[in-house]
């Protein structure tokens, strides 16, 4: 409750870094927000390109089935990587400055998720032109996407905090970040494994499995979100944050030395 007061106490901070994240991010760059499009586009047509037997010769529609789960993917990544590193980034106004160290946080989280909000039309025209009709559990997307952030918020209090005090942590995140992409029905299908097998089992129970599901279902497949998963990724969520709200508070008072 206290972090939920001080949010509201500072939220003209939170707003103010807000708007910094998203317009410093491709400031100086001739096509601005737009490559928050460009980017995940062009990496889409990469793997459209690179794997043309993987799935395309037994899915229909392979190219809105990567859009559909790429851009939640890169929602997730520029969370996760914007997170962990923001506490080192603001060294210099963390020394000289008192307010919420958590805002840094929730405006990396809050940023990405409005970056997302904007790329969702670029995924609806694709799911039109492959002639996939829209349904109205398309109103399901933002319950998704703010389990999503919740998600990544959780995350990004932890590892944020211990960035400060371990160096190699970035290299880490990365790495595992890489491991999960793959371990991510993103660019394959989950059916592609026998249905008892080891490989099977960890796919599909991880979350972010859960989570393309559930965006996959209301974009592309015109269902409800698997409320199962939604809730379990839902539980998963408050845990992190809870998690990292500990972690943060234990380590938050040392980082003015650290830094």
Known sequence: MQTLRE???????????VRKDIRGRYKGSILGMLWSFINPLLQVFVYYLV????????????LVFLITAFFPWNFFLASINGATGCIK??????KKVYFPRKIL???????????FFFAVPIILIFVV????????????????????????????LILSAINVYVQDVENLVQ???NLLFYGTPIIYSLDMFPSGSMLYFLVSHNPMTLLMNCYRNVMMYGTMPEWGSLAVLLLISF???????WVFDKLQKGFAEEL
């Open 89 to 94: 980034a603001n060294a210099g106004i963390i």
């Open 239 to 245: 845990v992190l944050i809870m998690m990292g709200n």
């Open 7 to 17: 949010f509201y106490e500072y939220r003209e901070l939170l707003k103010t870094n």
């Open 105 to 115: 946080i929730l405006s990396q989280v809050i940023s990405n998720l409005i970056n």
């Open 129 to 156: 032109i492959f002639q996939i009709p829209l349904t109205w559990n398309l109103i399901f997307l933002p319950l998704i996407a703010v389990v999503e952030a919740l998600l990544c918020y959780g995350c990004g």
């Open 175 to 177: 790495f595992f970040l």
């Open 51 to 62: 794997f043309p037997y993987l799935m395309r010769g037994s899915m229909e529609n392979f």
